[in-house]
T-cell receptor, first 115, second 116 residues
């Protein structure tokens, strides 16, 4: 079945460092891909999305490109801030195979940014 | 901005007891979901609900689990006889009809269930 694999955390960076969080997926057909973020004490919030190959999702300085050839959707940010400290989840939805819009998530990667 | 709410934020119960986790989805949404995350593990899909019936459920969602939309605003997850392994964070989500082959799900803050 479909699955998502994320890099293990925690990731600890200094402010203004470059961030990459790796995400790869296994899916048939044409899934849509997402990054969600969870700040302490809050729910999961959509950070960005891409619905077809080569699409680039972007939001708040974060970017991710849907790479079908490498089945990847890595999250990047050029300069992280302390306020970016959170848990980041990669996810996919694949209604063409599952018949519903359920999400399949990775394990989440905790990011800690130090001032 | 509309949001999904969940109550309680933390529930502690004894093994074998029934628990009901409550969610208030965004008011004009039509699709509802429950997910759970056992500490340190993946967020896992439990069940999706549309048009007052279950549209899909996972292997986790056995006869001990049930969902209900009792009054048009709340969406509940009931666990009839809790087990230690039910301890997890439970997330509720809702979405609208979706028109592009996907639909964005809006998540609540979660209920942490601890079974002793």
């Amino acid at each position: 079945g479909d699955s998502v694999t994320q890099m293990e955390g925690p990731v600890t960076l200094s402010e203004e460092a470059f961030l990459t969080i790796n995400c790869t997926y296994t899916a048939t057909g044409y899934p849509s891909l997402f990054w969600y973020v969870q700040y302490p004490g809050e729910g999961l919030q959509l950070l960005l999305k891409a619905t077809k190959a080569d699409d680039k999702g972007s939001n708040k300085g974060f970017e991710a490109t849907y790479r079908k050839e490498t089945t990847s959707f890595h999250l990047e940010k050029g300069s992280v801030q302390v306020s970016d400290s959170a848990v980041y989840f990669c996810a996919l939805t694949n209604p063409s195979t599952s018949g519903t819009y359920k999400y399949i998530f990775g394990t989440g990667t905790r990011l800690k940014v130090l001032a | 901005e509309p949001e999904v709410t969940q109550t309680p934020s933390h529930q502690v119960t004894q093994m074998g007891q029934e628990v009901i986790l409550r969610c208030v989805p965004i008011s004009n949404h039509l699709y509802f979901y429950w997910y759970r995350q056992i500490l340190g593990q993946k967020v896992e899909f439990l069940v999706s609900f549309y048009n007052n019936e279950i549209s899909e459920k996972s292997e986790i969602f056995d006869d001990q689990f049930s969902v209900e939309r009792p009054d048009g605003s709340n969406f509940t997850l009931k666990i009839r006889s809790t087990k230690l392994e039910d301890s997890a964070m439970y997330f509720c989500a809702s979405s609208d009809t979706g028109t592009s082959g996907y639909n964005e799900q809006f998540f609540g803050p979660g209920t942490r269930l601890t079974v002793l």
